[in-house]
């Protein structure tokens, strides 16, 4: 799933190419993505790019005065930037793994794509973007918030770490795989619990969360669209990297799976080298 670093390199790359260039058409391939019906997609068409911008991990696109194409890109959707189109046909319902394509004066524009058969990227064309329910409840930007803030809102949820740092209500922006990293460099439990964290583990945290998601986001913005999920692999520690080394210690990458997701873990940098038993209420096994 596209996170922090990726939905900021990707507005960063529209805020270059596509910020200033006028909408020729706006199509719907996927009904079910789009889900508002007012403003029309039909009132995009003619109206310029004027910015491109984030909230947590929705991205922004501002159209005219007024408009805002707000996209969540789920588990697999992703921006496809075309530098030109094969066809000038309008696409057809069900266009495969294309659920809106924009075009733009140029000749260019980008596809709003989704793999795999559970659809759930979802888009936006509203007036504010605090009409997006996801975004009207997202806590403060990762990245926007001291370390108090960050403290009081990380003890203000009762739960286990890596729960908490992924609930966009406490803040927006964080998910899965930096969630692994930011805890990997923190040395702590993805289980641990949030009531018992210290001030010096908070101020840690804090440091880790500042550093891992700084660190990406200059990793990735300047790259293109094609190239930021092969980036994100490349920089990380334990995060799908199951099987293989701690880069920092040595020890075998571990994983525990849920239902439909799963978390890696360095037994020796995290969890005082005791694994983690694999199973949806895991605790350390004594």
């Given amino acids: 799933m596209p996170e922090l670093p990726e939905v900021e390199a990707l507005a960063a790359y529209l805020r270059e190419r596509a910020v200033g260039h006028t909408v020729e058409r706006f199509e719907v391939s996927s009904f079910s993505?789009?889900?508002?019906?007012?403003?029309?997609?039909?009132?995009?068409?003619?109206?310029?790019?004027?910015?491109?911008?984030?909230?947590?991990?929705?991205l922004d696109v501002g159209l005219g005065p007024d408009i805002h194409l707000v996209v969540h890109l789920a588990r697999a959707g992703w921006l496809h930037y075309r530098d030109s189109f094969k066809s000038p046909a309008p696409l057809k319902p069900g266009?495969?793994?294309?659920?809106?394509?924009?075009?733009?004066?140029?000749?260019?524009?980008?596809?709003?794509?989704?793999?795999g058969t559970q659809k759930s990227?979802?888009?936006?064309?509203?007036?504010?973007?605090?009409?997006?329910?996801?975004?009207?409840?997202?806590?403060?930007?990762?990245?926007?918030?001291?370390r108090d803030e960050f403290a009081e809102r990380i003890r203000g949820r009762n739960g286990q770490i890596k729960g908490v740092l992924t609930d966009q209500e406490v803040l927006a922006g964080i998910g899965?795989?930096?969630?692994?990293?930011?805890?990997?460099?923190?040395?702590?439990?993805?289980f641990a619990l949030t009531g018992k964290l210290t001030d010096e583990q908070l101020t840690t945290l804090f440091e880790a969360t500042r550093q891992v998601?700084?660190?990406?986001?200059?990793?990735?913005?300047?790259?293109?669209?094609?190239?930021?999920?092969?980036?994100?692999?490349?920089?990380?520690?334990?995060?799908?990297?199951?099987g293989l080394?701690?880069?920092?210690?040595?020890?075998?990458?571990?994983?525990?799976?849920?239902?439909?997701?799963?978390?890696q873990y360095c037994p020796t940098c995290q969890t005082g080298g005791k694994p983690l038993a694999d199973r949806r209420m895991s605790k350390l096994i004594r």
């Fill in 33 to 58: 993505a789009l889900k508002t019906y007012d403003p029309a997609p039909s009132a995009v068409a003619g109206l310029t790019i004027t910015t491109a911008g984030r909230h947590g991990k929705f």
């Fill in 245 to 263: 080394p701690c880069p920092v210690c040595g020890d075998t990458v571990r994983e525990v799976s849920f239902a439909d997701k799963s978390l």
């Fill in 121 to 146: 990227l979802a888009a936006y064309l509203v007036r504010d973007p605090a009409e997006v329910p996801g975004v009207a409840r997202l806590g403060p930007d990762a990245l926007a918030v001291d």
């Fill in 213 to 242: 998601e700084t660190d990406a986001v200059t990793r990735s913005v300047g790259q293109k669209a094609a190239e930021l999920k092969g980036e994100k692999r490349a920089g990380m520690r334990v995060h799908a990297r199951t």
């Fill in 95 to 115: 266009s495969g793994p294309i659920a809106i394509r924009v075009r733009l004066d140029d000749g260019s524009g980008f596809d709003l794509t989704e793999a």
């Fill in 176 to 190: 899965n795989a930096y969630s692994d990293e930011i805890l990997h460099v923190a040395k702590m439990s993805p």
